[in-house]
């Protein structure tokens, strides 16, 4: 290629574009805050994960703890955060075992079935757990012992869309810690 | 000929006519298409992704948009990028371009291209450069007056070719449309495979997804800050809701939000510096803000209902919000510190998920219709609502920060999916780059 043409060329090109801009390269951080494992890339490709996205990885759930009380999950109706009296008995046996163990500390977990919004739901479920956190309270155990949490519809039982699978979501759980 | 190889027109120093129109005069060629009154699904040039065009009456730009000369031998194809997001767009209609090789240089001949009519056209070059990094270089062309209408240069690395393409189309839609494009922005959305989530940060055209956060529980509700350097999010890895900040680059996090109980719903103020969240600490599910370093939280609503989903006006002097107040949940709207609040939605039993336009004029949001939640478009001068979709599980919709497109989660055909939509809900399009159980989109800021 003749270079005089091409350097003509350039100065054409640079005449008419004004100034060239260049984009600002992406700093290419290997900087991770966090211990990193990637065991599977899903797709991704090594290119990029020298990239400007640090890579976070939590790694594995922390192991479940035991359960004292067997009958630990009390079911809602839909849309609803009434504590039926079949859960009474529930209720009290483990009113009955915290304050025996006044140094345990339980959450209580509320769930919803998968309709509706992330967020409305996580407060859906958060009623449910209080209401448990409630019905407890009232047979005299501390409120220093409980922690009522919600997680909303993203951890389901069971999957399916017909009612018998929903209504085993709609709950909410005691897990002693 | 000063370039070896190059066929179609010869190369004529004098004719070259590098008037920059520095204009921002919008091409508005009134351009019906009859074809589409139920919904189809049309391949585009980028076989990725389909655009679905619905109804009658659409005004789009007809713009060819050449193979970049160079582009074959190049992991990226810049002029399918540039065409796949002008189509997104919905303001632009790609012309068939089969058979053409151009470049920058090259004018174009007016005539062959009117004939196939394309009242714009882009053509470029993309070349190897001796350090390893790509010289892109492309110029749009005015079919109508056979003008040019400017062109850059990008000297790129290989990971940024397909920004370098954004950029191009950025150039383009602001051109042609006199409004700013978005395509060289970000999105952030979540994973869910098996027993493991992600958090991804991807190109707004859902590819070159980079994971920034993988966990054993849930994550969901991510925000970007307004800066684009960091995201919110409510993450479930200690067996309970909490709200983490998170900057991108370094994966340094921070837990600005573990009180007693569920904490969630994390929304940015426009200046960065506060964020709005839902806290049960209190009972209930009440609002609160708090400085986005973490601190002491400041209750915002006093009610015994359910007050969630916190998102700031754009001027930052309210805070739109989901409440169930008056029975079921709708949307509110109250001072920023707090305060007496009012009703937005009146249409419908179940209206939640709130999203503001940035340019503070329209509100996106779900509304739950016979059991179908479906996104809706209220013009917040007017009240005028407006359903959106098809579709009938639209959850969490998010507005580009040119607020012309918004992006949400979806079901099709039993998949979860992510779609944009133009905000007259006429042009739909599904984004790639991942499968698999996929949601909670967010759009982020224009970068800086």
Redesign the interface.
């Given at each position: 290629m003749n270079s005089r043409i091409l350097s003509l060329g350039v100065a054409f090109l640079l005449a008419g574009c004004g100034s060239a801009v260049k984009l600002d390269t992406v700093p290419v951080e290997d900087k991770v805050g966090m211990p990193v494992t990637q065991p599977d890339s899903e797709g991704m490709g090594n290119a990029r994960l020298k990239g400007d996205v640090a890579a976070v990885d939590i790694g594995k759930s922390a192991s479940h703890a035991t359960h004292p009380v067997e009958e630990r999950v009390v079911y809602f109706d839909y849309d609803s955060f009434v504590i039926k009296p079949k859960f009474q008995s529930l209720i009290e046996a483990h009113a009955r075992y915290l304050k025996a163990e006044k140094g345990r500390k339980a959450a209580i977990e509320g769930h919803t079935d998968e309709r509706g919004g992330r967020e409305y739901n996580l407060a859906l479920g958060q009623k449910r757990a209080e209401a448990v956190r409630s019905a407890l309270g009232y047979l005299g155990v501390d409120d220093g012992q409980l922690e009522a949490v919600s997680f909303g519809k993203e951890k389901p039982l069971t999957q399916g869309a017909d009612e018998a699978a929903m209504s085993k979501n709609r709950r909410a759980e005691i897990n002693y810690q | 000929m000063?370039?070896?190889g190059c066929p179609g027109d010869t190369f004529k120093?004098s004719q070259?006519k590098?008037?920059?129109h520095k204009m921002r005069n919008i091409f508005a060629k009134i351009y019906f298409s009859f074809v589409f009154v139920c919904l189809g699904w049309s391949l585009s040039a980028a076989a990725q992704f389909r655009v679905d065009v619905s109804g009658v009456g659409l005004t789009q730009l007809p713009i060819a948009v050449a193979p970049f000369r160079g582009e074959s031998g190049t992991p990226q194809k810049i002029a399918a990028i540039v065409q796949a997001d002008l189509e997104r767009s919905g303001q632009f209609r790609g012309v068939d371009i089969t058979g053409t090789v151009l470049d920058?240089?090259v004018r174009p001949d007016v005539a062959v291209w009117r004939q196939k009519g394309a009242d714009s056209l882009v053509s470029g070059s993309v070349t190897r450069l001796a350090d390893g990094r790509y010289d892109v270089?492309f110029r749009l062309w005015d079919m109508v007056r056979g003008q040019?209408l400017?062109?850059?240069?990008?000297?790129?690395?290989?990971?940024?070719l397909r920004?370098?393409a954004h950029?191009i189309s950025d150039f383009v839609y602001e051109k042609l449309t006199g409004d700013k494009g978005a395509f060289s922005t970000r999105i952030t959305y979540v994973t869910k495979?098996a027993?493991r989530y992600?958090l991804w940060?991807a190109d707004a055209d859902g590819e070159?997804?980079?994971?920034?956060?993988?966990?054993?529980?849930?994550i969901?509700?991510p925000a970007w800050s307004p800066s684009g350097s960091q995201l919110a999010y409510v993450?479930?890895?200690?067996?309970?809701?909490v709200v983490y900040t998170?900057?991108?680059?370094?994966?340094?996090?921070r837990l600005v939000a573990n009180f007693?109980?569920?904490n969630?719903?994390p929304s940015w103020s426009p200046d960065g510096r506060m964020l709005a969240v839902?806290l049960?600490r209190d009972?209930?599910?009440q609002l609160y803000s708090i400085d986005a370093n973490g601190g002491e939280p400041r209750r915002l609503s006093q009610s015994r209902s359910?007050d969630?989903?916190p998102v700031y006006s754009p001027d930052g002097a309210s805070i739109y919000f989901?409440s169930d107040r008056g029975g079921a949940?709708q949307i509110y709207k109250m001072p920023a510190a707090g305060g007496n609040a009012e009703r937005v939605t009146f249409a419908g039993s179940?209206n939640?998920?709130p999203s503001i336009s940035p340019d503070g004029r329209w509100l996106a949001y779900?509304s739950?219709v016979s059991?179908a939640?479906k996104l809706q478009l209220m013009e917040l001068a007017s009240g005028v609502v407006t359903s959106m979709t098809e579709t009938s599980a639209d959850?969490?919709p998010s507005f580009a920060p040119n607020s012309r497109l918004i992006v949400y989660a979806t079901q099709q055909q039993g998949h979860e999916a992510l779609m944009t939509t133009t905000i007259d809900g006429k042009v739909k399009a599904r984004l790639t780059g991942q499968n698999g159980n996929i949601r909670?989109p967010d759009w982020g800021p224009y970068?800086k």
């Open positions: - | 000063w370039c070896d120093l070259l590098f008037g920059l920058e240089v270089r040019d400017g062109g850059l240069s990008y000297a790129v690395p290989a990971a940024d920004l370098a950029r495979a027993q992600q940060i070159n997804a980079q994971s920034a956060l993988a966990s054993p529980e849930p969901i509700s993450s479930f890895e200690s067996r309970k809701p998170h900057d991108i680059v370094s994966g340094k996090r007693r109980g569920s969630s719903a839902t049960s009972g209930g599910s359910i969630t989903e989901v949940p179940y939640i998920s779900i739950r059991g939640f959850e969490s909670e970068q």
